[in-house]
């Protein structure tokens, strides 16, 4: 793993995906037509588990590298002051859970094929995966909890709706995306 420089490059191919520029929520978040969604809850906070880390590496293709980049809170996407963590196989879970993340993150490909958002905002943290199809059901596939993950995800906003007024309609955002709402 290396540090390396937010560029231009960075920028226009999250942009294929992801086409939101300021993240304060991951309600905002707002995806080309053509991509698909899945969502991973929970995640481990601010970082994937190793089960959810093992499928994403397994749409990497031979050569192609990792990128991690923390995003802030009211972020602007094409700020180009920011931090990018570039993994090139080999690479280990325990080697990205070095990194020091504090509020969302973005882990995006070289070949621009998708863009996984991790927040820490709800309990135990949740990942929104976009990108084409084939990696959306290769990525389900390989990790095979997503049914589950949407259940729990359900879980925990109708135990919520009890204390908060806007779980319901949260949630309905959240599972909206899946469905390119």
């Known amino acids: 793993m290396k540090q390396v420089g937010y560029n231009e490059a960075f920028v226009s191919g999250i942009e294929q995906i992801l086409k939101t520029e ?4 991951l309600t905002d978040l707002a995806f080309s037509k053509e ?5 991973l809850y929970p995640t481990d906070d601010y970082f994937l588990t190793e089960e959810q880390f093992s499928a994403i590496v397994t749409l990497l293709s031979v050569g192609e590298r990792l990128y991690v980049m923390q995003l802030g809170e009211n972020d602007d996407l094409s700020a180009m002051n920011r931090v990018v963590y570039e993994f090139c196989a080999p690479f280990s879970y325990e080697e990205y ?15 621009n094929h998708w863009v996984m958002v991790i927040d820490e ?12 199809s084939e990696i959306v059901r290769l990525f389900e596939a390989h990790y095979g909890k997503t049914k589950r993950d949407i259940c ?9 709706a009890a204390r908060n007024e806007n779980a ?14």
Do not use: W
């Not at 991509?35 to 969502?39: F, G």
């Not at 859970?97 to 993150?105: E, G, K, P």
């Open 22 to 25: 300021r993240i304060e929520s």
């Open 35 to 39: 991509a698909e969604v899945s969502l």
């Open 97 to 111: 859970r070095t990194l020091d993340f504090y509020s969302m993150s973005i882990l995006f490909s070289s070949r």
């Open 121 to 132: 905002s709800l309990r135990g943290g949740i990942g929104v995966l976009a990108g084409d």
């Open 152 to 160: 729990a995800l359900a879980m925990f906003f109708a135990e919520d």
């Open 168 to 181: 319901l309609s949260y949630m309905k955002s959240l599972l909206g995306m899946m469905k390119g709402e």
